[in-house]
């Protein structure tokens, strides 16, 4: 699996439907709200094979309320 993280900006007024609409659709892994330029950061994870761009267009792009977004993709990750 690949993780990778999308920070959201939202129209004025729908952070919590669009974190609602994410928790939904059962495609992110976690959903935090923050505080700065984007309402949210979403982490998902998807198979090896899949396109992220795809994933993002067609399953992140079409939600209501959202304004804007900045994908992470991310390639290792470090333990303590």
């Given at each position: 699996m690949t993780p990778f993280f999308?920070?959201?900006?939202?129209?004025?007024?729908?952070?919590y439907q669009v974190?609602?609409?994410l928790a939904e659709a059962e495609i992110a892994s976690e959903i935090y709200s923050t505080a700065g330029d984007y309402d949210l950061l979403v982490k998902f994870y998807v198979d090896?094979?899949?396109?992220?761009?795809?994933?993002?267009?067609?399953?992140?792009?079409?939600?209501?309320?959202?304004?804007?977004?900045?994908?992470?993709?991310?390639?290792?990750?470090?333990?303590a």
């Open positions: 999308i920070q959201i900006k939202c129209e004025l007024g729908k952070a974190a609602n609409e090896s094979a899949t396109d992220i761009g795809h994933f993002v267009n067609e399953k992140v792009h079409c939600i209501p309320g959202i304004k804007d977004t900045y994908t992470i993709i991310t390639f290792k990750a470090f333990t």
